[in-house]
């Protein structure tokens, strides 16, 4: 049972490149979320899933676009990199119950991302 | 925006000492949760705890407390006899339950000194 990963660990790209980060989850959680963490401003939400199929925009959903096309899988794409989205990212997922997103999210290791 | 604010950004205590992290929120939401996460140098986020708007009763695990208070809108996180290992940055975050957001707080660096 790995949990939450993500591919790559790290990437650097050049500014105006694009790229997809991969978030797999194999705990069979409904909700799925991406967050950047910057220093000093904690984790902030750019995009989330609450299902196969699902999307919806965060707190700083501009310059991202992301995909849920299976359960397991959330995508993180970056079309036209610019250095303010330098920064470290964050996959999580959680267990929807009947009451609601209230479950416990639990993280992957991080992306760190350096856009020159 | 609800905040919630980790007012101590750093914190250093020498091994041993018991140190308490602050955090205090805001929340128009009736029902809500409160999380406490560990950063380690590693850069992984770890789980620490878990407390529903509608629990207030405090709790203790080893060498790590929470209290929370509703009445002054606080979810507090202490260390007993603090180990180097506890060197971290900790983050605290709050779930309404009406939203599917986690807000976290700006976190604190705790550094345990031998």
């Known amino acids: 049972n790995a949990g939450v990963t993500q591919t790559p660990k790290f990437r650097v790209l050049k500014t105006g490149q694009s790229m997809t980060l991969l978030c797999a989850q194999d705990?069979?959680?409904?909700?799925m979320y991406w967050y950047r963490q910057d220093p000093g401003m904690g984790l902030r939400l750019i995009h989330y899933s609450v299902g196969e199929g699902t999307t919806a925009k965060g707190e700083v959903p501009d310059g991202y676009n992301v995909s849920r096309l299976k359960k397991q899988n959330f995508l993180l794409g970056l079309e036209s990199a610019a250095p303010s989205q330098t920064s470290v990212y964050f996959c999580?997922?959680?267990?929807?119950?009947?009451?609601?997103?209230?479950?416990?999210?639990?993280f992957g290791p991080g992306t760190r991302l350096t856009v020159l | 925006a609800q905040k919630v604010t980790q007012a101590q950004t750093e914190i250093s205590v020498v091994e041993k000492e018991d140190v308490t992290l602050d955090c205090v929120y805001e929340?128009?939401?009736?029902?809500?949760?409160l999380f406490w996460y560990k950063q380690p140098p590693s850069g992984e986020l770890v789980f620490l705890i878990r407390r529903n708007s509608f629990d207030e009763q405090n709790e203790i695990s080893g060498r790590y407390s929470w209290n929370f208070q509703k009445s002054t809108s606080s979810f507090n996180f202490t260390i007993t006899a603090s180990q180097v290992v506890d060197s971290a940055v900790y983050f605290c975050a709050r779930l309404s339950g009406s939203a599917r957001q986690l807000t976290f707080g700006s976190g604190t660096q705790l550094t345990v000194l031998p």
């Open positions: 999580a997922s959680s267990y929807a119950v009947s009451a609601g997103p209230t479950d416990t999210q639990y």
């Open positions: 929340t128009r939401d009736t029902t809500y949760y």
């Open positions: 705990m069979n959680h409904e909700y």
